[in-house]
Structures are given as structure tokens and as C-alpha cells.
């Protein structure tokens, strides 16, 4: 390099550098964001629970773990906020989920983080559980800032058929591959596998040196319906409460979904440019297995059970890799952060209501490069 620039001289040495700092493609990381539905908050292995969840426990001790995080008590709302960076008052997000009657969804004028993304060059795909809204075309994640969308619209359907029921006699089928039904693929197969997969294919079939990438993964796990593998639930055995075991189960299996959605990155060239965000979307619900001890409350409620939930940063470009982050971090931070993070850009006219943590989160080596850190909070 030395000897290069020697020959080179100053002006070549400028050009080269404002290569190394503004290649945007190169400098936009790979974005992951894991959504996962009502894992409480002793969920997880790192926080002491028996349910064993050695990936999810070594992605967190090697990134940093958010140990003040809160989201909403509830589905469509914390999902509101991820999606807008705004508090769901703001979107008329506030009552409860939006259940299938209902001609209601995320307002067409609230700008997206997967729009900014897009807008920053991100190829931007969805996987999992939308619950923000279906009752006309616009509202569907392909019109709100998705490339490609498989999954569901609502939630807690059944893990295996992809039906979903609001009441007797008020059952349909919920699985879509864009905007149809995706009535061809996939009947009976297990929900966590299947979005994997999906998840798996989409790395397989981009290239992650051309374009940086957004993925949205929502897994529909682990949610009631309390329906997992049989496999799963052999190593949970002494767990007596038949829905804690199952509900065990259901994690473990979401545990080893991670493992190979992180082998495909590693396989497929992104690994070394991501930064995986994980977040569950409200508390536990103990009638159905979960668990937020030490915390009171459970979803749906505003104890603290409720609303602080599971959540982690693991990134290889992290350099406070191995830290737990005590700050107060909230899900409308994601918005600011990860545009921030895929140099899009914030209009004033957002009015976001989350901040950018980029300082606490990421500090990257671009930063400690250039020996400062941008302020940007
Ligand atoms: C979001 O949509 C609501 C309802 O249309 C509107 O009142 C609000 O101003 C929008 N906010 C932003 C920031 O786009
Ligand atoms: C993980 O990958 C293995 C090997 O391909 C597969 O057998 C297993 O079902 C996958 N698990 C999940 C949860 O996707």
C-alpha cells in the first residue's frame, strides 16, 4: 500500500481514500432485523430461563446486548412503531391489534423503514407476520416498501395448515407470496421452518457484493397456537406445565432456525457486512407458556412484563462486541438508527419520535477510524 501510494502521489491518494470512506456499496451493511412474536423476557437462555437457546446466547454475549429495551405491550402497535419510528398515537395504532374485519391499516402516508431503505438502495424483502393492515392492496407490505413479501397478515394462525380463524366460521387461508395467496407451497409445513427457508432462499438469490440488503424476518414463533415438532419437545421432558414445554419447544426450534439463517449468511458472502437485529415484540403471555419473571405483567399489559422485552445487536463490524448496553433503547429507535446506518436520510418532517442510538450501538470502525465520532442524536 505504501509503496503504491509513493508512486501514486497526493491527488491519487485523496481519490483513493474518498473510495475506501464513500464506496456506498461496500460501506452499506447487510441489515437483519429478527422479529420475534411474545417471547417473554426470561425467554431466553442469557436471562436464566431452562429453555436452552445456545444460538440466540452466543450471537447476544458476542454482540451487545439491550438490557433497558421496551416495545409495545402489543402486536400491531409495536410493529407500527418498528415500521415508523413513531408512537402508535400518531398512526392511530393505539386501540389493540387490527383484527381481520376491520377496514383499518398502517396509514398510506406514514413513510416506512423499509421505503427509506429502499430509497438509501436497499433491496428490501419480508419474511413472517405482518399485522399492520390488508384491507386494500396499498396496505400490503409490497406497496409499503417491501420488494418481495412472503408471509402472513395476521397473526396466531396455525403453524402447519396457515389458517387462521377469528371465530367459528371465520377462517382463511394466510399465506401469501407478494399480494396472492400462496395457496401451492408449503401446506403443512412447520411456520418456523418455512420462513427460514423462504429466508434462506432470498440470501441464496441476491448478491450481496452488487446491493446492500434489507431483511425483515417476523417469525409468527412463538406465538399460541402451542404447536411444535415433536423433536423438539423430547429435550423438555421434566418440564411439568404441558404448555411451558411445548412452548420451550417452540423456542428451541426458532433457536435453531437462527443457527441456520446465521450458517447462510456466513455461506452466502453477507456475515462479515450485517448487523442482525434482534427484538421480541411485546412480552410473554404465561397462559400460553411464556414467562417475564422477574418481571410483573405479561403482554398486553404495561408492567413492566409487558413492554421491556428480548433484544440484541450481534455484528462482526460491532466494536463493544461482548457488552450489555444498560441505555434506554425503544423500538421506535430502530427507524432513525437503521436509516442512519444504511445512509439514507431523515427529512425534519418525520417527526420520528425514536432516536438514532447509533453512539451506544454501533460504534463502527469507520468511526473509530477517523478518530471521531460523528454526533448524531
Ligand atoms: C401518519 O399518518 C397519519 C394519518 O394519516 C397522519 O395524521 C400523520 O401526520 C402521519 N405522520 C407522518 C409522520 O407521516
Ligand atoms: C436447520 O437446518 C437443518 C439442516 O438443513 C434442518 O434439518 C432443520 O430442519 C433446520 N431447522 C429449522 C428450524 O429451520
Same mark, same amino acid.
Request: aromatic share 12%; proline share 6%.
Given at each position: 500500500?505504501?509503496?503504491?501510494?509513493?508512486?501514486?502521489?497526493?491527488?491519487?491518494?485523496?481519490?483513493?481514500?474518498?473510495?475506501?470512506?464513500?464506496?456506498?456499496?461496500?460501506?452499506?451493511?447487510?441489515?437483519?432485523?429478527?422479529?420475534?412474536?411474545?417471547?417473554?423476557?426470561?425467554?431466553?437462555? *442469557?436471562?436464566?430461563?431452562?429453555?436452552?437457546?445456545?444460538? &440466540?446466547?452466543?450471537?447476544?454475549?458476542?454482540?451487545?446486548?439491550?438490557?433497558?429495551?421496551?416495545?409495545?405491550?402489543?402486536?400491531? =402497535?409495536?410493529?407500527?412503531?418498528?415500521?415508523?419510528?413513531?408512537?402508535?398515537?400518531?398512526?392511530?395504532?393505539?386501540?389493540?391489534?387490527?383484527?381481520?374485519?376491520?377496514?383499518?391499516?398502517? =396509514?398510506?402516508?406514514?413513510?416506512?423503514?423499509?421505503?427509506?431503505?429502499?430509497?438509501?438502495?436497499?433491496?428490501?424483502?419480508?419474511?413472517?407476520?405482518?399485522?399492520?393492515?390488508?384491507?386494500?392492496?396499498?396496505?400490503?407490505?409490497?406497496?409499503?416498501?417491501?420488494?418481495?413479501?412472503?408471509?402472513?397478515?395476521?397473526?396466531?394462525?396455525?403453524?402447519?395448515?396457515?389458517?387462521?380463524?377469528?371465530? =367459528?366460521?371465520?377462517?382463511?387461508?394466510?399465506?401469501?407470496?407478494?399480494?396472492?395467496?400462496?395457496?401451492?407451497?408449503?401446506?403443512?409445513?412447520?411456520?418456523?421452518?418455512?420462513?427460514?427457508?423462504?429466508?434462506?432462499?432470498?440470501?441464496?438469490?441476491?448478491?450481496?457484493?452488487?446491493?446492500?440488503?434489507?431483511?425483515?424476518?417476523? *417469525?409468527?414463533?412463538?406465538?399460541?397456537?402451542?404447536?411444535?415438532?415433536?423433536?423438539?419437545?423430547?429435550?423438555?421432558?421434566?418440564?411439568?406445565?404441558?404448555?411451558?414445554?411445548?412452548?420451550?419447544?417452540?423456542?428451541?426450534?426458532?433457536?435453531?432456525?437462527?443457527?441456520? &439463517?446465521?450458517?447462510?449468511?456466513?455461506?452466502?458472502?453477507?456475515?462479515?457486512?450485517?448487523?442482525?437485529? *434482534?427484538?421480541?415484540?411485546?412480552?410473554?403471555?404465561?397462559?400460553?407458556?411464556?414467562?417475564?419473571?422477574?418481571?410483573?405483567?405479561?403482554?398486553?399489559? *404495561?408492567?413492566?412484563?409487558?413492554?421491556?422485552?428480548?433484544?440484541?445487536?450481534?455484528?462482526?463490524?460491532?466494536?463493544?462486541?461482548?457488552?450489555?448496553?444498560?441505555?434506554?433503547?425503544?423500538?421506535?429507535?430502530?427507524?432513525?438508527?437503521?436509516?442512519?446506518?444504511?445512509?439514507?436520510?431523515?427529512?425534519?418532517?418525520?417527526?420520528?419520535?425514536?432516536?438514532?442510538?447509533?453512539?451506544?450501538?454501533?460504534?463502527?470502525?469507520?468511526?473509530?477510524?477517523?478518530?471521531?465520532?460523528?454526533?448524531?442524536?
Amino acid at each position: 500500500m505504501r509503496v503504491l501510494l509513493h508512486h501514486l502521489g497526493p491527488e491519487a491518494f485523496v481519490i483513493l481514500m474518498w473510495f475506501l470512506i464513500f464506496d456506498k456499496s461496500s460501506s452499506q451493511p447487510h441489515i437483519v432485523f429478527i422479529l420475534v412474536d411474545d417471547q417473554g423476557f426470561r425467554d431466553v437462555g *442469557y436471562h436464566g430461563s431452562e429453555i436452552k437457546t445456545p444460538t &440466540l446466547d452466543r450471537l447476544a454475549a458476542e454482540g451487545v446486548k439491550l438490557e433497558n429495551y421496551y416495545v409495545q405491550p402489543l402486536c400491531s =402497535p409495536s410493529r407500527s412503531q418498528l415500521m415508523t419510528g413513531r408512537y402508535q398515537i400518531h398512526t392511530g395504532l393505539q386501540h389493540s391489534i387490527i383484527r381481520a374485519t376491520q377496514p383499518n391499516c398502517l =396509514p398510506l402516508d406514514n413513510v416506512t423503514l423499509p421505503q427509506k431503505l429502499k430509497q438509501a438502495g436497499y433491496s428490501t424483502h419480508m419474511v413472517g407476520k405482518w399485522h399492520l393492515g390488508f384491507y386494500k392492496r396499498g396496505c400490503l407490505p409490497t406497496k409499503r416498501g417491501f420488494d418481495t413479501f412472503f408471509g402472513s397478515l395476521l397473526g396466531s394462525g396455525d403453524y402447519y395448515s396457515h389458517y387462521k380463524c377469528e371465530g =367459528p366460521g371465520m377462517c382463511g387461508y394466510d399465506l401469501y407470496e407478494g399480494e396472492e395467496a400462496a395457496w401451492e407451497q408449503d401446506r403443512g409445513v412447520y411456520s418456523t421452518m418455512m420462513l427460514t427457508r423462504k429466508a434462506i432462499s432470498i440470501l441464496a438469490n441476491h448478491k450481496p457484493r452488487k446491493q446492500p440488503l434489507f431483511l425483515y424476518l417476523a *417469525y409468527q414463533a412463538v406465538h399460541s397456537p402451542l404447536q411444535v415438532p415433536a423433536r423438539y419437545l423430547e429435550r423438555y421432558k421434566g418440564i411439568p406445565n404441558l404448555h411451558r414445554r411445548k412452548y420451550a419447544a417452540m423456542v428451541s426450534c426458532l433457536d435453531e432456525a437462527i443457527h441456520n &439463517l446465521t450458517l447462510a449468511l456466513k455461506r452466502y458472502g453477507y456475515y462479515d457486512n450485517t448487523v442482525i437485529v *434482534y427484538s421480541s415484540d411485546n412480552g410473554g403471555q404465561p397462559l400460553a407458556g411464556g414467562s417475564n419473571w422477574p418481571l410483573r405483567g405479561s403482554k398486553a399489559t *404495561y408492567w413492566e412484563g409487558g413492554i421491556r422485552a428480548v433484544g440484541f445487536v450481534h455484528s462482526p463490524l460491532l466494536v463493544n462486541k461482548g457488552t450489555k448496553c444498560r441505555s434506554l433503547v425503544h423500538i421506535t429507535d430502530w427507524f432513525p438508527t437503521l436509516v442512519t446506518l444504511g445512509e439514507g436520510t431523515l427529512d425534519e418532517d418525520l417527526n420520528l419520535d425514536g432516536y438514532d442510538v447509533w453512539e451506544i450501538l454501533f460504534p463502527l470502525l469507520d468511526d473509530v477510524w477517523s478518530g471521531t465520532s460523528p454526533t448524531r442524536m
